[in-house]
């Protein structure tokens, strides 16, 4: 083969490389137009890179280039494949509006270590629950601190949520009752920390500058690191518009009590445009509303619980979840939601369903003097 030959056969795959790039390319730019993912990108990036050098080294180098952006090809094609299950995960998560994710279905721990202690924290967390929610209150933040300790997950795998009951609101308790919720959980962070009632009573007169002392502190540790997102526990409109007046930092949940008969429809449209995410408590009605024909038709017809209807209603309707269950059954149950839909009329319908199954608590009429949320 003469000189002029071989370098019109190097011309011609040249031309071909050029050709595969330019395609490649194309690929490139429809696939990240559908994805946007970093990750992704940086594939691009170094797939055009390992082409182009490919190219300009001529018909050797080029072909290892092909093998290196077909190699580079299906990299970014798992890494979209990975992003894509991330993007599924997140379709079972709430973002806050400072970014923090949480997740749409939690685990309720009021009295939940009653019977079994740290035991049930544990079935909680090997049945898949990584949000556990807990309160001062509830005196059973030492057993879930022991049964994360137990369980060898790693502390930043699980969102932790806990509150300051009001009889302990002011600077100097808030702090108090923050640290002792902390050293009882064993962590130096919470991923969340609400107020769990905005009064102690009917005849509070002090509440308001109490829950801005509070929150004062709250946005201290905020900005400290030592909790990752801050909100509120049954504060109606009423009870928040007081508090926007001094915030620094909005907050950032209310958790409400919420379910399919007492859905505080004009308390969610104000947290809705006020860029609140709303978390229900008690999703299932503390188990009133399990015994509800209206659920039941509706659990016959997708081949459901009843439980699993009236938490699917509400976290298909973005808010997100903390039901209390005893069993490692009931857990499990109560987080298979995502497979199954109920259509628009039946949201509607189930949202126009009235009052029932109510706690009875309320924060303009609780007594909550004398409790002990130290
Ligand atoms: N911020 C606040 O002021 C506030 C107030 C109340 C509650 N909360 C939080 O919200 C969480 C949940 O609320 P909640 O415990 O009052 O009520 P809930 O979760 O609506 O109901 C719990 C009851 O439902 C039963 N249950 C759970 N899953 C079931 C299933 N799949 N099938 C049949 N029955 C089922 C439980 O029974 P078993 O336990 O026997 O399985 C329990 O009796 C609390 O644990 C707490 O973390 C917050």
């Not at 894509?84 to 009295?111: C, F, M, Q, T, W």
């Not at 860029?275 to 017809?301: E, F, H, T, Y």
Request: aromatic letters at 8%; glycine letters at 8%; a negative charge.
């Amino acid at each position: 083969m003469s000189e002029r030959d071989i370098s019109s056969a190097i011309e011609d795959v040249i031309s071909k490389v050029e050709e595969l790039g330019s395609k490649m390319g194309e690929s490139f730019r429809e696939f990240r137009e559908s994805e946007t993912v970093e990750t992704f990108t940086e594939g691009v990036k170094k797939g055009a890179k390992t082409a182009a050098d490919g190219v300009s080294k001529g018909a050797k180098l080029a072909a290892g280039g092909i093998a290196e952006g077909t190699r580079e090809f299906s990299e970014t094609i798992k890494s979209t494949n990975a992003a894509r299950k991330a993007e599924k995960a997140d379709r079972h998560e709430v973002r806050l509006s400072n970014g923090v994710r949480i997740p749409l279905v939690g685990y309720g721990s009021y009295l939940a270590t009653e019977r079994d202690g740290r035991r049930t924290i544990i079935d909680a967390l090997n049945e898949g629950y990584r949000y556990i929610d807990t309160a001062r209150f509830y005196k059973n933040e030492h057993e879930i601190g022991e049964a994360i300790e137990e369980s060898g997950i790693k502390r930043d795998e699980i969102f932790l949520c806990s509150k300051v009951w009001p009889t302990m609101l002011g600077a100097e308790k808030t702090r108090e009752s923050f640290e002792a919720t902390c050293e009882s959980l064993r962590t130096d962070y919470l991923n969340m920390y609400l107020i769990h009632w905005p009064k102690v009573s009917q005849s509070d007169e002090e509440w308001v500058s109490k829950v801005r002392d509070t929150w004062a502190v709250m946005e201290e540790l905020y900005r400290a690191g030592r909790i990752k997102a801050i909100g509120l526990s049954n504060f109606l409109p009423h009870h928040i518009r007081p508090l926007l007046e001094t915030a620094k930092v909005r907050p950032m949940v209310d958790q409400l009590e919420l379910h399919v008969g007492y859905m505080q429809e004009y308390t969610l449209a104000y947290l809705k445009k006020a860029g609140i995410v709303a978390q229900a408590w008690s999703p299932i009605g503390r188990g009133v509303m399990l015994q509800d024909d209206r659920i039941g038709r509706l659990a016959v017809k997708y081949g459901k619980s009843n439980a699993q209807i009236l938490l699917r209603y509400l976290v298909q309707r973005g808010i997100p979840v903390i039901p209390k269950a005893s069993s490692p059954d009931r857990m499990r149950e109560n987080l298979e939601l995502f497979d199954f839909s109920l259509t628009e009329d039946e949201i509607s319908y189930l949202s126009c369903i009235s009052e029932a199954g109510w706690s009875g608590e309320h924060p303009d009429i609780a007594e909550l003097e004398g409790t002990d949320g130290r």
